[in-house]
């Protein structure tokens, strides 16, 4: 049910003999994986902008706003993303990516008619559930299509989709925010639609199309497992194949290589607070620290964001390719320099004293982030065990999820318990930043060298 699977065969030169998809058909996978991405990135920066909006009309405390972005988002995915991308292992990865692509529609859509709280926080868990196995699917569908030559560049061009949502996110998000702030409520039957709520309901159709799209791609044939691959019982009985869905062997090829696996998980981690928890407050620090409205702040982002990530990407490009013509540990000495840059720019953006110096630093934080995210995740891609790819990226993805999502809520919490006053929320940013983000960047320098010495061993099996 996986698809056809290749072999592969050493040359003379060490490199692996296989026959690739067209550059066609791999380049139009990636554009509809981009287009996805998009749209997944879009949902969580508009939302974001949404965030006051939400907490006046709900009656929510700067916790339960925080849960709601975050912690709501992942209840959900820890029981059920694990096992999903299970699925993005033994069946065809377009449908697992095209399906996921349409309950996420379904669900931002339907978050649009939540009348309560708690009907909100049911509809952030869903649509985390929904899209849980998108990354895994979209990296191993990515990894089985472009040779490993390409591979970084294909990663590289992957993050078009984090661009556009990120830039277009703020730039449209506040725009529509200003559009439907003089909109009054809507009855529909039962049903009480505030003007924000609209914006919700029209974005899911873009998803139910892009998953239709996924139809028109084609699926590249899998890699046969390495002789040394971890692998599960054949004749497996329920009890057994029901752990191998969860995770299980999945896991262990993780903890088989500790020292590899470990110090890139844990940074991920760590770093996800500022790539989420931070992200989502970006929008309220600069409403409560400089008075700014949604339609300035999402103009300003939208340019800044759209410079920095260009900038990011060059830099990410060049940098890591000029590393691999020295180092085998390239992508992850990068990602090392880049997650010290991402540091340094948060801290000093929360610092700032004014509103476009603030902004400014975060566009820098912006650039280091997606500098280091190419060579980060093929970094990951390089080294999984290819026949369980898809959850041992499931795994990594859930740490930058659940501390993204913890983040938000931890920034929340502190504010309310030890800073209080709202215009006094950098604060609360900036102490999670400054305990976080220095121990990320520490453990991804501790993962270079670890990580080296597996892309030698593989080297060497011709893999």
Same mark, same amino acid.
């Given at each position: ?6 072999? +592969? ?10 026959? !690739? ?146 830039? @277009? ?8 925010? %200003? ?11 039962? @049903?009480?639609?505030?003007? !924000? ?55 262990? +090829? ?13 940074? @991920? ?89 603030? %902004?400014? %630093? ?31 990226? +499931?795994?990594?993805?859930? %740490? ?38 220095? @121990? ?24």
């Amino acid at each position: 049910m996986a698809g056809v699977v290749a072999t +592969a065969n050493p040359d003379a030169n060490g490199m692996v003999e296989r026959d !690739w998809p067209s550059s066609g058909a791999a380049y139009w996978a990636l554009f509809v994986i981009v287009l996805a991405t998009f749209l997944t990135f879009f949902d969580a920066i508009t939302f974001s902008m949404l965030a006051e909006r939400i907490k006046r009309d709900f009656g929510l405390t700067d916790s339960q706003l925080g849960f709601l972005a975050g912690p709501a988002s992942i209840i959900c995915y820890f029981f059920v993303g694990i096992p999903l991308a299970r699925l993005a292992d033994i069946y065809p990865r377009k449908y697992v990516l095209g399906g996921g692509a349409a309950l996420v529609g379904v669900i931002i859509a339907l978050g649009g008619l939540a009348q309560s709280f708690g009907q909100f926080v049911g509809s952030r868990v869903f649509l985390a559930a929904g899209g849980s196995a998108h990354a895994p699917s979209a990296y191993s569908l990515l990894a089985d299509a472009f040779p490993p030559k390409k591979l970084t560049r294909a990663f590289a061009l992957l993050q078009f989709g984090f661009i556009g949502g990120t830039t @277009l996110g703020p730039l449209i998000g506040g725009m529509l925010v %200003m559009m439907t702030a003089p909109w009054g409520p809507t009855q529909l039957g039962p @049903l009480t639609i505030l003007g !924000w709520q609209w914006i919700l309901i029209f974005m899911g159709i873009p998803s139910l199309l892009v998953g239709l799209l996924f139809l028109t791609v084609k699926e590249p044939p899998r890699l046969a497992p390495a002789a040394d691959a971890p692998k599960a019982p054949q004749s497996a009985g329920f009890g057994r194949s029901l752990l191998t869905f969860m995770g299980f062997d999945a896991f262990r +090829a993780i903890n088989a290589k500790p020292r590899v696996y470990y110090p890139l998980f844990g940074a @991920l981690a760590l770093s996800a607070v500022e790539s989420f928890g931070l992200q989502f407050w970006r929008v309220p620090f600069m409403v409560r620290s400089f008075g700014w409205n949604e339609g300035q702040i999402g103009a300003a982002l939208g340019a800044t964001v759209l410079v920095a990530s260009l900038s990011g990407l060059l830099l990410g490009g060049v940098f890591s390719e000029w590393l691999s013509r020295r180092y085998k540990d390239a992508n992850v000495r990068a990602a090392t320099c880049c997650f010290a840059g991402t540091t340094v720019s948060t801290i000093a953006a929360l610092l700032m004293p004014t509103a476009w110096g603030s %902004m400014i %630093m975060f566009g820098v934080a912006a650039m280091f982030g997606i500098a280091g995210a190419v060579p980060q995740n093929a970094a990951v891609q390089r080294v999984a065990p290819n026949e369980m790819r898809g959850q041992v990226t +499931a795994f990594y993805l859930f %740490m930058f999820t659940f501390f993204g999502a913890m983040g938000s809520y931890v920034v929340g919490k502190v504010q309310d318990l030890l800073f209080v006053d709202p215009t006094q929320l950098w604060k609360s940013m900036l102490l999670t930043a400054c305990v976080l983000l220095p @121990l990320a960047t520490f453990l991804m320098f501790r993962a270079i060298k670890p990580y080296r010495e597996e892309v030698e061993r593989l080297e060497a099996l011709g893999r």
